[in-house]
């Protein structure tokens, strides 16, 4: 578990990381660099889980380095099977990471939602919707293994 108090915020209890694979942690299907380093770090203290349509049908064999899961939803992946399994694992102890419109829901829902800005882009909604922007990723990975960061971009 990550517990990080952020001052005018309160305490966040973080249990478990949801990511989006496509435009958050790849670009045109291929993991991008240190997010396997990153992720294998953050999954001594969160439960790790990649959620993908898996577009490109590379998801499962990019990730296999991963100490997480991966769940690939069927097509079409709307934002409501996002969100419904953040809800799942208790939306209060899970930090989100996406940056489609079909990540917007759970980017809301979740204790800390972090879109990224990305090589692929990032959706007007779920820019919206998160409590946190990074450009890439591994930016965003580092606000958990650093938390002080994230104190000092979230606190009031």
């Known amino acids: 578990m990550i517990s990080v108090d952020i001052p005018g915020r309160g305490t966040l209890q973080l249990k478990h990381i949801v990511l989006d694979y496509n435009g958050t942690m790849a670009k045109d299907g291929m993991l991008l660099p240190g997010v396997e380093k990153s992720l294998n770090r953050l999954s001594e203290c969160l439960k790790v889980h990649i959620l993908t349509a898996d577009t490109f049908g590379k998801c499962r064999g990019e990730c296999k380095g ?83 960061r994230l104190i000092a971009t979230l606190r009031l």
């Open 66 to 148: 991963i100490n997480g899961t991966v769940q690939i939803l069927s097509q079409p992946v709307g934002g409501e099977a996002k969100e419904a399994f953040v809800e799942s694992l208790g939306a209060e102890h899970t930090v989100a990471v996406g940056n489609g419109a079909n990540d917007r829901l759970m980017l809301a829902k979740a204790a800390l939602g972090i879109v990224i800005l990305g090589p692929e882009g990032t959706s007007v909604q779920a820019l919206q919707n998160a409590d946190v922007a990074v450009k890439e990723i591994t930016d965003g990975l580092d606000l958990l293994l650093q938390p002080k």
